[in-house]
């Protein structure tokens, strides 16, 4: 900051100005330095009508001259030649503007003194350190300094020493290093010096776990102690900032500020307006005292509402348990504690909101506040896991379609375990993770780990609805993140986390049993396909090209990817256990699976593939096997008029057909290839309780079905 003094006219009570980059040479030995008192020019000003001219120098050096409300400039430097374009800009005679400032040459730059005001207290000669005296005047644009060495100062590039004509002192809006302040008297730098100063104006805390300083701003403590700090050492230390003084500053505020990490109670969440108490619901204002390292950007408003959000929430969900379950994990990730393991995938595929509700948590959490990692990264980089450090959540969408070997950090994480971490080139660290793992998948990453602990971490939620065309929205998100409707979703998801506290648990009904089947289905084709169409049989044989169609038509029923030829047969083994053999069937050598059968739930895969393709040439593609099941569906009207009860049990995929046992012996067994419940409760099976070896059985092991077969 600059201060310029300037009596009403007689002799100067000041020189002050502004030298650009000054540079002080180290004194020669045995000579002077010490602290000159002020000097007056050797220059005389009369009486002046005018109020008040003023200088501002701005950040580039530039000189600007102020008379009340006018303004002329600006001007990298000045002689008397340009005092009367001054006077004229400004309106007052050119007797007003009356300018002194010294010319040097480039090589040597005098040394300005400041007092403790901020004032010129006088220059030092850059030669030898001693003071500088006005040699002579040779016209008010040049005035000349010489030491008592005889040592003559010299002008720098641009921006000399100036003089400006005032009735008071001013402030100007340029910050003047000054570096001395900081010295010992032996001229040595101080860093405790410096480092105080800077503490006075700023609230530091050091971790003493990984070092990592930390600076108050906004309610909070911010990761950003050490960047602040080497600012303020560039701005306070100017050209003579140094690297190593910046770090001597840094390490001597560390040691002043060492505290031991603590978290604050979760039931106290900082908010932009306060500090809001779960248990009391009272809003304390923010202080220092709190050692939060994060806050919401939303105000705590108990009357706001959200009918937006409301609105959306229900547009992208399939039932109203879905939309509180949604509300939960918001209210959850409020919550700096992992007291319930679970995490969010949610599946569908584009344009169904997914990314824009993953957005709105993001917006109402605060970006800085949510670290964005996937599963692979979290299991595969070992850096990983310390962005999530002091997150509220990580949220990631669309996980690649990629298979997860590996899950232990994944647990961890949910489980409230202490955890490792280490960011590159710092100290590790151990946490236990608060942040709420939020994904979103068109397809769930397969997983190589089939256990509970696993699955039953996980809550899928299917977003079933399209917005394209007429129905998408491209600012739904602005709609959606106004001051009002996150204050609303702020109450609604307090209302939900109450719940969640007093329960111990999500609204989410699902077995771990469930949850896996669910997850095992979203995550493979395959592995649904297995579930759905086969069963086990030591006995039984599937030619492999056949059961690959059967697969496609299944992948294209259900609108799931399907995977090559080649990838089924390869990936086939690690969901049913299977063996490859090469029979001879009816002269003709076959490749074949054996150990498997297709299951009665073919019959419903193709009932409900009937209503796609039934006319379609795709129809053709489908295998004399999926002809067969898909005949049987057809003929379900001719079982009936047989007069044998024929019930289609779509929840357990497959159909029972009910015979008197006296007229077993009258059943084509080998037209039904289905499960026979009789009267007398005798299951049929393949396995278990078979009945005489009929055509039926015949047909079950054989390699190559065809019509004739059942008929």
Known sequence: MIRLWVGKGGTRDGLEGHAENPRMEKPRPGHSTKPIAKQEPNMMVGEFEHKKVTIEIDPNGEIWFKAEDKKAGPFDSLTDAKLGVVAKELGVSEKDVLLAKCKFREQMTPKVEYDNLG??????????GSELKFSHQDDIGNVWLKCEKGHYARKPKKNPLLKSLLLEPVETDILVPDPDRYKDEKGRFCPELLAQEIMNDYRFITMMDNEQIYVYRDGFYQPIGEVIIKAECSKRLGPEYRKNRATEVIDYIKTKTYVKRREEPPNLIPLANGVLDLNTMELKPHSPGYMFLNKLPVNYNPNADCPNIKRFLREITATEEDVNILLEVIGFCLYRDYFIAKALMLVGGGANGKSTFLNLVKAFLGFENVSSRSLHDLEENRFAKADLHHKLANIYADLPDKALFRTGTFKMLTGKDPITAERKFQNSFQFVNYAKLLFSANKVPEAYDDTDAFFRRW??????????????????????????????LLNLALKALKGLLERGEFSYSKTTEEIRQDYIRKSSPIAAFVMDCLEVDPDAMIVKKELYALFAAYCRMRNIPTVTQDTFFKNLPRHAVVGDSRPKIEGKRLTVFKGIRLSLAVSRVLAELSAKEANGSEMSTLSNVSRVFYSLIERKAEYEQLGYEVEVLTGESYIKIKVPLDRLDTLDISKENASLVKSGQLTFDTQQNKPKESSMAKACKQPTLTEENFR
Request: charged share 30%; proline share 8%.
């Open 119 to 128: 004032l010129v207290k006088g220059y030092k000669c850059p030669s030898c």
């Open 459 to 488: 809550i899928i939620v299917v977003f079933p609805n399209q917005f394209v065309g007429d129905r998408a929205d491209p600012r739904i998100l602005e709609k959606l993140t106004t001051e009002e409707e996150l204050s609303g």
